[in-house]
């Protein structure tokens, strides 16, 4: 779909097995919010929507929404401020001058927390801005009853250590992990990530790239500078709603072993359980 300039996508799977219980006002105010925020800040490229879902291993039914965008992007001083000011962002000056934006982003947080959720943001400067927010739902209806389970294909069960502060995204990861027969360990941040490999045997680390206090790149340099990564090479995936270039060189300057990009493949997920469980 074309609109003055830039193209709009919707990517969401055609058929669901389930209904959930929801507050569609609210999902759908925070939507309009965030595509009209994209809309003004890309002048051309692309406005992608995502909605992802994933079982969770009881009556719950995660729903992740991302709205992505190829415009102006944020220096990293305004994403610093969106994370610390979530309810107060009339002060941005990038904000400010795209016509009242920030108080949008001030409901969605707000609307997104009410649901259960967390607002997250991705952005780099004249590259463009992905935010997301997963919502925990409670499923009301199988309307699908073809749901055959597949055994796991790891051949040797893995230790997985994750690095992410999001609370549902936790919940997304640990809900395809069970699935695929691994055992994991979370942290919320680098810096958490970094003390706990010194404690403990790892197989695998996925290690989110935007986190507080310190960042995936920053914790995968400490990881490998220490005498344990010498001796174990522990593979470490970054994992991010993002693929920017700048992302994608940081990545290889940091040697990190492989990107999986939000929302998670399955398929992708498995081939690199199932890679790394045979090494």
């Known amino acids: 779909m074309d609109a003055i300039g830039f193209k709009y996508k919707f990517l969401a799977e055609k058929d669901s097995k389930f209904l959930v219980l929801a507050d569609s006002a609210k999902i759908q105010q925070v939507l309009t919010n965030l595509i009209n925020n994209a809309i003004k800040f890309t002048n051309s490229g692309t406005i992608t929507v995502t909605v992802d879902q994933t079982e969770g291993t009881d009556e719950s039914l995660f729903l992740t929404f991302y709205i992505k965008d190829t415009g102006a992007g944020m220096r990293p001083e305004e994403v610093k401020y969106l994370f610390n000011n979530k309810n107060d962002l009339s002060q941005s000056n990038l904000l400010r001058d795209y016509r009242g934006g920030g108080i949008g982003l001030a409901a969605s947080h707000h609307l997104v927390e009410l649901m259960g959720g967390e607002l997250k943001i991705e952005s780099k400067e004249n590259e463009g801005s992905a935010f997301y927010f997963s919502l925990q739902l409670t499923k009301s209806l199988n309307i699908q009853n073809d749901t055959e389970e597949k055994s796991p294909e790891i051949i040797n069960r893995l230790n997985v250590l994750i690095a992410e502060d999001n609370r549902n995204n936790q919940k997304v990861i640990k809900a395809l992990l069970e699935r695929q027969g691994a055992d994991f360990t979370f942290v919320k941040n680098g810096l958490e990530a970094v003390e706990l490999y010194k404690i403990l045997d790892f197989d695998l680390i996925f290690m989110d790239i935007y986190m507080p206090d310190m960042d995936g790149y920053e914790a995968t340099r ?13 593979p470490i995936i970054a994992v991010s709603a993002s693929a920017f270039e700048e992302d994608i060189l940081k990545a290889k300057q940091a040697e990190i072993d492989d990107f999986l990009a939000k929302p998670i493949e399955v398929a992708k997920l498995k081939e690199i359980l199932v890679s790394y469980s045979k090494s």
Not at 222 to 231: G, L, V
């Open 222 to 234: 400490r990881i490998k500078a220490t005498d344990k990564y010498k001796q174990n090479l522990t």
